[in-house]
């Protein structure tokens, strides 16, 4: 009787530790973040100047979330999350760093992890990074264009 008792405690036992929660089965970070944009577009940067955006987002659950990690693809990339829970219907925002040191087209992913959630989402800043003297040329002609 004590090999049944402790087989079917072992089986309910283990059952419950790998369960999941039905709120969170299945549910995806971007189910519950909601963000203004995921993409961000910086266009022409100066190369050397550091750049930030914002990404703004909205708590869409029924329930307070944490955002667990935001994770950038390289040390170029310097996300900010919040550290307090964002409460249902909130706002709040990641904000975005960009070292702009190496010239050319950049696209550079950011990993969303919300605590409780196992599929994370992405959002991106791209942009182009030019020299000195390209960017002087670049803002030139955009100011020429906006005086016509």
Partial sequence: ??????????LFLSATMFAQSPSA???KAADVVKFKEIVH???K???GVPVTYDFVFSNASNKPIVIESAVASCGCTTPVKPEAPIAKGKQDKITAGFNA???GTFTKPITVKVAGID???????TGEVL???DYAKYE?????KKSK
């Fill in 1 to 10: 009787m004590k090999q049944f008792v402790l087989a079917v405690s072992a």
């Fill in 25 to 27: 089965a299945g549910q």
């Fill in 41 to 43: 577009d910086f266009g």
């Fill in 45 to 47: 940067i100066k190369q």
């Fill in 101 to 103: 040191a190496t010239l």
């Fill in 119 to 125: 599929t994370p989402l992405e959002i991106k800043i």
């Fill in 131 to 133: 020299n000195e003297v």
């Fill in 140 to 144: 030139k002609e955009k100011g020429a």
